[in-house]
């Protein structure tokens, strides 16, 4: 990293700092007295300190060329391609035009220094993907093997597939882990279609659920859906069907009296038909499917998951039940021991570590999980490559855009899922995006070419979505071949998105479970892929804790990323210099990134309601950092984020006052004033609902559980637990709740 530290530090060293200058090695040393110097400048005031204006000064020349090539650059080619969206901010260009001249960012100053990563290397967990054997070999149905290889295109079985099946066709409760993208849906879906086109007395349409299957959003219920409807093809006798939240209930509620046989839904939907339709019965339920186990008896569906059982106990004892997840983690085994009966623990994890060969058939025919020491080591796809990038905050914003621009504009067929930490975030960045960065193809957006919009296809997907939309987005992010999709961890878990090449986390997530998940949405059954994390300096340390669970991930520098900008011929503005002076150095790459941050802020200042609606954004990240688990909090603490930094990163050009930071300090403080206690736990507890999708929804949601608290709905006693009868409640002591894991969704 060392290149990059001297990008960076030697920018905001000394006045010479603004001369050209080569990348060559980094000052630490110097570096740090100024770092402690901006530090104790910082400290006294909560804005920007007062070194950034005299910086101004010295970065002035770099700086006046950078804001005149922006204003070129808008007034330009591309001012027509940023007229403001009237209904978002409601001001015309008009307005814009009277705005005085623009004040470029001084992006390369007083950053922090970026550390050396001295990131282990570990041997990443290993997992084989595929095994010879065909479908055929099973004991199944013709008719459902004919539609395995004919509508589904499947011939050969997946190892989780291949060790799955079998035993959950033996009637044996499970345990079932394999990485993402391996074939887990099947491995579940083939068991429940075969039993149950095999009982003896027919099913009947009004019998009513035979098997249940919980999993944790509305669009994975949907493709799971999708797959048991495509494998009942033959048995038109038996009737899937889904519920999900944001759908119509009335239409729900007529499909459940007239009967569905193999039911997929969100435990939030589930909840609200089991206390207001009478026409759910469960007396008939023989297989009970937990998909992403972890995630759907984490805290934050404990109160559904607590009603539903105690609903599906009260009519049936006598059932398979079946956890998956690519992610077992301590917690959820614990749960399965008191939960399962005698359940058989798969995992397709190489014991040797790669060195099986499928063609030999050395893979056990049931391997159990690994030991509890191994258990937080996940599996992640051979052919998926992993990289971090340490970015200064106030580079965060450009870096990303850099990042986009370099695969949609320079690259073919690229097709990327970035992950943010709220919903706001989300929206925030769409909007920014969707309006600006189109507009680097240098033709205004009604003019461009069909090849441009598609390169540039943001889509965006978070829980505060309306439902209608939510479906539309990922129906056209499924079927596009690029794209670039801006989500909440509601796209984390379980989605099968074909041809995603890049996933990009512009914000961590809340532990290395949630990573695995996130990067699982691409390199799927075999594919390529790429993930690349964006952390701050002071964030590097996550690293170490993804190491730990034998992820290995390696880093590219900031600088590298920055640099495609020089391939940009809309940030070259139309500056006169020489030819020298335009060479791709790291001068140039700096400038080029200071016309592109103006864009961003222009953007930004264009009106007041966009300043006002930036502010919000940035809030939102803070109220959403604020909400990592404990375990985290060394690594993700809001006293590390410097507000004036993360504001560049908003497209702001100083930091709000009143908030954040020092806001998050006064309401620690107020944590020893019984009186004020319950306030704050309940700003807490919205912040914590903020951090991510599961998040959505959220206040209404929240409010709902407090009255069905108080009013002590029926169904929401200590329930059982999924077979041995003890209550559920003990449930969730086994586990250890971080605030993080309480991710509220009622989907
Ligand atoms: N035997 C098979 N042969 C070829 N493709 C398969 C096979 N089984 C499943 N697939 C395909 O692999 C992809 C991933 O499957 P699936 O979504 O079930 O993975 P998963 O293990 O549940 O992933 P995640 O952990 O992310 O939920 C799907 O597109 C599915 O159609």
């Known amino acids: 990293m060392a290149a990059a530290g001297g990008l960076l530090l030697r920018a905001a060293e000394s006045p010479a700092a603004a001369a050209p200058e080569t990348l060559s090695g980094p000052r630490p040393a110097q570096a740090r007295r100024h770092a402690e110097a901006t530090k104790r400048k910082y400290r006294a005031s909560s804005e920007a300190p007062p070194a950034k204006r005299r910086s101004a000064v010295v970065f002035l020349p770099a700086k006046r060329a950078a804001a005149e090539e922006a204003q070129r650059t808008f007034k330009g080619k591309a001012q027509k391609t940023f007229s403001p969206n009237e209904s978002l901010v409601g001001v015309s260009g008009k307005n814009r035009e009277q705005k005085p001249c623009i004040r470029t960012s001084s992006l390369f100053k007083n950053n922090p220094e970026i550390p ?63 990485q993402t993208g391996s074939g887990k849906t099947l491995a579940y879906c083939i068991p429940v279609v075969q039993s149950l ?3 003896k007395s027919k099913i009947q349409r009004s019998d009513g659920p035979y098997a249940l299957v919980l999993v944790p959003t509305r669009e994975l219920a949907l493709q799971s859906f999708n797959t048991v409807q495509k494998l009942l093809k033959p048995f038109t006798w038996i009737v899937p069907g889904v519920l999900m939240g944001g759908e119509r209930k009335k239409s729900e509620k007529a499909r459940l009296r007239k009967g569905i046989n193999i039911l997929i839904s969100t435990p939030g939907r589930l909840v609200d038909h089991i206390k207001s339709t009478k026409n759910i019965h469960f007396s008939r339920i023989r297989w009970l499917i937990l998909d992403e186990a972890d995630r759907i008896l984490d805290l934050g569906f404990e109160k559904d998951i607590t009603v539903i059982l105690n609903a599906v106990n009260a009519e049936c004892q006598q059932r398979q039940n079946v956890l998956l997840s690519a992610t077992l983690t ?49 599996a992640i796809p051979g052919s998926l490559d992993q990289h971090v990038t340490l970015v200064p905050s106030k580079l965060k914003l450009v870096s990303l855009a850099a990042f986009i621009l370099q695969k949609c504009k320079f690259e073919k067929d690229q097709k990327m899922i970035i992950f943010f930490l709220s919903c706001e975030l989300v929206e925030f960045y769409y909007h920014l995006f969707l309006r600006t960065l189109p507009a680097c193809s240098g033709v205004p957006a009604s003019r461009q070419p069909p090849s441009a919009s598609t390169r540039f296809k943001f889509l965006r997907l978070h829980g505060n979505m309306e439902q209608e939309e939510r479906t539309a987005v990922f129906e056209e992010f499924s079927h ?4 670039i999709l801006l989500c909440t961890d509601v796209a984390a878990r379980g989605l099968d998105l074909p041809q995603v090449t890049w996933i990009v986390q512009y914000n961590a997530p809340s532990s290395p479970a949630e990573y695995i998940h996130r990067i699982g949405r691409t390199a799927r059954i075999g594919c390529r892929g790429s993930s690349l994390l964006i952390l701050a300096p002071s964030e590097a340390e996550y690293v170490n804790s993804l190491a730990s669970h034998k992820i290995n991930v390696s880093e590219i520098h900031v600088e590298d990323i920055l640099s495609v900008l020089t391939r940009d011929g809309c940030l070259k503005g139309s500056r006169r210099g020489t030819q020298k002076s335009r060479a791709a150095g790291p001068q140039e790459i700096r400038r080029r990134a200071t016309v592109l941050q103006t864009v961003f802020e222009d953007y930004v200042h264009s009106s007041e309601r966009r300043v006002s609606w930036a502010k919000k954004a940035l809030q939102s990240f803070i109220r959403a950092y604020a909400t990592y688990p404990r ?8 006293r590390s984020l410097h507000l004036g930094h993360v504001a560049k990163s908003f497209g702001l050009r100083d930091a709000p006052q009143n908030l954040g930071v020092s806001a998050v ?48 709905a029926p169904g929401s006693q200590p329930c059982r637990a999924i077979r041995t009868g003890r209550p559920a409640s003990a449930v969730g002591k086994q586990k250890q709740r971080s605030p993080c894991n309480g991710k509220t969704q009622r989907d």
């Not at 749960?335 to 499928?358: R, T």
């Not at 375990?631 to 809001?638: G, P, R």
């Open 665 to 712: 300090k006064r309401r620690k403080g107020n944590l020893n004033r019984p009186d004020l206690h319950k306030k704050t736990r309940g700003k807490h507890r919205l912040a914590e609902i903020l951090r991510s999708e599961y998040s959505s929804g959220i206040e209404a949601s929240v409010a709902k559980v407090k009255k069905q608290n108080k009013h002590a």
């Open 330 to 378: 301590e917690g959820v085994t614990r749960l399965a021991d008191i939960s399962l009966l005698d359940p058989v623990q798969i995992s397709v994890l190489d014991q040797h570590h790669g060195q099986s060969d499928p063609e030999q058939g050395t893979l056990p025919e049931v391997s159990p999980l690994p030991p509890d020491d191994e258990l937080d080591s996940f």
């Open 116 to 178: 050396e990563l001295h990131r282990p290397v570990v041997k990443q967990v290993q997992e084989q993907v595929f095994t010879s054997d065909a479908f055929h070999k099973l004991d199944l149905h013709p008719h459902l093997i004919s539609t395995i290889n004919t509508v589904l295109n499947m011939t050969s079985m997946t190892s989780v597939q291949k060790q799955s099946i079998p035993v959950l066709l033996e009637g044996r409760d499970a345990l079932v882990r394999s």
């Open 197 to 199: 086109q095999a009982m």
């Open 480 to 483: 596009s071949k690029t794209g």
């Open 631 to 638: 375990e985290l909090k060394h690594i993700f603490h809001v």
